[in-house]
């Protein structure tokens, strides 16, 4: 499985921003999730959807992310939507198809995905 990410940029406060992530190969069963990091920060997770299209998300976005999936085009999308300062981070996608991987999401456990995009940049300025 390859991740290949896009539609990150530069924002002014209170913007939005779509990302996309397309994967190749066979992905109907696939658990994907967007994450990001931020200079200096751990990775976090953002945003999960489960292959049967359950959704999770951080605290810190919720009510302003959206995740949703495209089947038919093998894309993930992020919809962000009132951006702040501190959405500012790289953002990467990343999928697995074994269930137990997301147990902890949005943290990471001790197994992390097998896949994972190259990130794409957003930044939001004040």
């Known amino acids: 499985v390859q991740l290949v990410e896009s539609g990150g940029g530069s924002v002014e406060v209170g913007g939005s921003i779509t990302l996309s992530c397309v994967h190749s190969?066979?992905?109907?069963?696939?658990?994907m999730a967007w994450f990001r990091q931020a200079p200096g920060k751990e990775r976090e997770g953002v945003a999960y959807?489960?292959?049967?299209?359950?959704?999770r998300y951080a605290d810190s976005v919720k009510g302003r992310f959206t995740i949703s999936k495209e089947n038919r085009n093998n894309t993930l999308f992020l919809q962000m939507n009132n951006l702040k300062p501190e959405d500012t981070a790289m953002y990467y996608c990343?999928?697995?198809?074994?269930?137990?991987?997301?147990?902890?999401?949005?943290?990471?456990?001790?197994?992390?995905?097998?896949?994972w995009g190259q990130g794409t940049q957003v930044t939001v300025s004040s």
């Open positions: 959807r489960g292959f049967l299209a359950t959704t």
């Open positions: 990343a999928a697995d198809f074994r269930s137990f991987v997301w147990d902890s999401f949005p943290l990471l456990g001790a197994i992390e995905p097998d896949y």
């Open positions: 190969g066979p992905g109907s069963s696939l658990y």
